[in-house]
Structure formats: C-alpha cells, structure tokens
C-alpha cells in the first residue's frame, strides 16, 4: 500500500488538524472529529450538517462555510461518523432556528444521523432530516437497502446551504433539500480500485481490460464488470440509464455535474463533460450550469461519476449564491 | 493502460472542446489550440500568458480569466506547445501594452517561447519573457539546463495576472514575475509513475515499497530512489532542502503549496500540510497564506510537491486580489 501518511489510525485525526491549519478563516475542528463553520452557531439561521465516512474528499469537511454547510462529521475511512459526532454538530450549530441533517443513504449513516436526531431534540433542538439516494446504477448495494447517495449529495448541500444562509425557515430548507433529491440522478464507473489504508490492500480486484459500471463511491460492485471501452461510450453507458428516470425532457434546463472518482485527471474529465454536452444537446437539454471536477471521491480510484439536477429559477438562483469553503468558492 | 479517453490522437483536442464548452463565460478556444481570456484583448491591458506540455491540468488553461492569465497555449501531452500557439495567444491578449510570456524551464518551451517572441515582436508586439526555474531537487534534469520549473509558476500566474488586471505595466509586470521567481523555491516526490497516453505505458518503473524524491512534473528522474517511509518524514525530506536555499528566515512569512501530483487524495494533501505548518511554525516562519490541492499534476501520478513563497505586502495583496478562472476563483 503506498500512501502518504503516518499510520492509518492517524489519518483522519491528521488530516482534520492539517485542514484546521489551513482554514482558520472559515472553519474550526472540534471534538469528537467534527468540522464547524468558524462563526457558528449564528442565531436563527436554519442550520445545515452532514457527514459520512472520510476518503470522499473534498466532502464533506471541504464544503463547510458561508453559503453551504455549517458542520460536517467525518467517521473513519469509508466508515460513517457515531452519533455523538451528529449530535456535537447539530448542538454546534444550532441557532435556535432547527438543523437539517443531510444524509446519504447508507445504513450506517441513516442509523446513526437518526440516533443523533433523536437524542438533540430530547435537547430542545427541532431536527429535520433529508436522505438523498440518487445513483440510478442499483436498487439496492451492498452497504444500502435503496438507492446509494453520491454526487447528487453535492448540489444539495450547496443549494440548500444557500437558502439556509439567505433565512430560510427548516421547513422551506427541508422542502428544498427534498426537491433537489427529486430532482437528481447520478451514475459511476471506475477503472481501477481503491485502497482503504486500515484495509492495506485494494478494496476490488479488476484487470488491466476491465472496467465496474455503476460502482459504488466505496467501491462496491455496480451493475456489471466489462471490458474497458472508448469514453465516449463510456459516458453514454452512465447518461444513459440517468435520462431513462422520466425526469429530464426536451427544453429542461440542467446543472451537469462531471466528478472524478480521485484518480482521474482533470483533462479526462473534459474529454466526457464534452460527450455529456453532447448528449444534451442532443436531446434538447441545455446545460445551464456544470461543475466540472473531483468533488465526492473513492481515495484515489480511477473513474468518474455524472450527475444531473434539473433546474428551475429557485434552484438556478441558490445554486448561484455566494459560498466560501475550502473547496467550492464564487462569488466572495 | 486505463483512460477515460477516446484515442490519445484526440485527448487533447477533446478536453479543449469541453473545457469550451464548460466555461463560455470565461474562455474560448481558438485555432490553433489555445485558450484565451473570453473578453481578450483589453485595451491597455498587459497581456500574461504561459503553456506548456498538457498532462498538468488545471494548469495552464484553467488558470485563464479575470486576473490570472490572459491566454494559454497546452501543448500535447507533456510536451511543448508550438511557437505558432505562442505566436497566435501572443496577439489574441495583446491589448497595445505588451505581453509577457511565463515560461517553465523546460527546454522545448524555452526554444518555442523565445521563437514566438521574435516573431511577435517583428509584428510590433512588445514582448518580455520570464523563466519559473523553482524545483530545487535537481540542478540539471532530463529535459532542462538549470533547474525545473514548477509549483512557483501557479504562484507566480496568480500574483502576475492580478498585477496585470490592476493596470500595472509591462515592466513592472516583469519585474513583479522575476520577484516571484526569486522568492519562490519547490519540491516534490512521487509514489507511483503516470503513463503518457500516446507511450501506453508508465514513464517509469517503481516497486511497491519505493519512493521517487525530487521527481519532475513529466516523471523525470529525482534525486534519489529510496524506501517508503511515513508522510512526516517525507515532508522533512522536502522542505529541508528548499529552507536550506537560503531564502526563509525566521520571522519571514510564507505562502505555503501543498500541491497533488494528481492520484494523491485530499485527505493525504492535508496531513502533508500539517507536518509543513508544524516545521514552518517551529523554524518561527509564518504561514500567512497556503493553497492545498492539485493544480499543477503529472497525469494521474501519486506523490505531492511542496512550494513556499516568500512574501512580501505586494505579494500578498496580488495574491489576495479577486481571480475568476475554470480552476481557481475567489473575491467574485
């Protein structure tokens, strides 16, 4: 196993000091290993957490920040966070107004977030929460009985961050929160796998000719192993199934969202958001805004998900709002 | 080999067409094969352009936009773009005041600029040109007389193309690049090889339990092959050399790179930075600003290098000024 770090019990715990050093201007990491908007809690502002296990960085800890989240409680590697982590966040950030939880379903997370719901509205705090499942590849995987949650988790925490930042009431952010999962649908593939660093070796084993269609953002088997073929066929292995959902029509406006697993370069990723345009356009789809690069990741796993939201003026308008994380940052 | 790409003939070409097609607000392409600033030429304006050999994405392309480059000439796949790229991004940016050409010590590209600069001068162009020479690993390498060029030149892109977008003229644009160039020093190492598309096979061969130290952004050779060791020691064993130039005394304070050489994790780059703050703090250097992440990349290469600047009130204030590009964006 070659990976830059010092044992694989310090990784997470190192990282979290690593981003804390670097971000003092938007965030701060407190026990037990959670990520906390520098300036929360602010009073009466809806607020927004999610969570999940580390090595799909930059998410979730990269996405705290003005305009997005205002905690996030990364667990171990590809392991989800304990309810304590949930329940320090939504304590965190709890500015009287109620938290949003956002949850990918996985049963791991779903269990804990609720267990955390439960024991913070013992406290007083009114908790709501959202479960996004939008990988069109299987019904349900390994880790998750329904759909996975993967790059759709992206855009609602942004959107949905926005309308906290700009007063949205929970149940306004909640709904919107709904609306995005409504709306969006993702599918994956990778070429090679990766290596969970208490695990030590890889996490699949896939030949040099192969590639997983569908997979999982922990590698877990998608629809079927094939052999390895052009991207462009690639990409319209993944468009595909997304367009069969019944939710985008001719003349829909969406956001395009082209991710790279970790392992992929960036000038790939150019190659297939070309062919989603493509596509699109095609099909009498426009893109009205794309986000093109490695947002939710498998370690350093070669592939690449994509995923569309269909827009309109409200999600058009919260998507374009100001954030400032240390990953995703426009307009400040 | 294991790309999402259609042929090697086309990666390029292709990763062009869709960054076109991704950010029409800040960019076009034009003929032949160059990205330029979407509202170049502004009159008055210094022109600041660079380029190079593709494979290191996002730069130089998805530096291109308000305050950062005005033009980028990518050539094919780790190798130097061609005097007419040069030639054609030299004229499309040139607003009547000079263009400065940023160059990466790199012998093709040296040759090509300097070609592309005599010809745009006979067209009346002012040109000046200034060589990034950062990479203290190694005095001569494969592909260069004198030292690489590397992390410093997305510094020095940055800073550059803010004083530019301010007004500044082409002196003082030049001299503000050669300030950067002399306050800037990197290192980087690598744990797996990349593999150039067009050669279908890694550039070099490394065991399971071997590390490259000092290795170039094309997979050149470092300065030493040596035995895995933990990311602590590896950090050491990267600033040491590039505080032992002489250059970073204490009570200095710094930009500090963690920059990925594109198959490293995030979660990797910010254990990296810790161990960085922790030695800079210790050596009374402050880190007054740092970017962490992969912005000049070696295909998918694992490894990481480390930059640091020294700053200075200009330096800062040109770092800090507003930038809007495909790859790096704040203050808009």
Redesign the interface.
Known sequence: M??????PER??D??????A??HPDLIRVEEPNIIVRKDAPRPGKVGVISGGG??H??MHG?FVGLGMLDAACPGA?FTSPVPDQMLAATKAVNGGAGVLHIVKNYTGDIMNFEIAAELAQAEGIEVASVVIADDVAVKDSLYTAGRRGVGGTVLAEKIVGAAAEAGADLKTVTALCQKVQDNVRSMGMA??SCTVPAAGKPTFDIS?TE?EIGVGIHGEPGRRREA?R???E?VEMLVTPILEEGIFASGDRVLAFVNGM?????????????KV?EILTGRGIT?AR?L?GSYI?S??M???SITLLKLDDELLRFWDAPV?TPAL????
Chains 1, 2 share one sequence.
Request: proline share 5%; hydrophobic share 45%; charged share 20%.
């Open positions: 070659k990976k830059l770090i010092n044992t990784e997470v190192e990282a979290l000091a690593g981003m050093a670097a580390s090595g960085e930059p990269g590697v070429l090679t040099d590639m390895l052009p991207a462009d690639i970790g392992g992929t370069p960036l000038i790939e990723l150019y190659v297939a958001y070309r345009n893109i794309n093109v990741t370690l350093e070669a592939g690449l400032k940052r426009w307009g400040v």
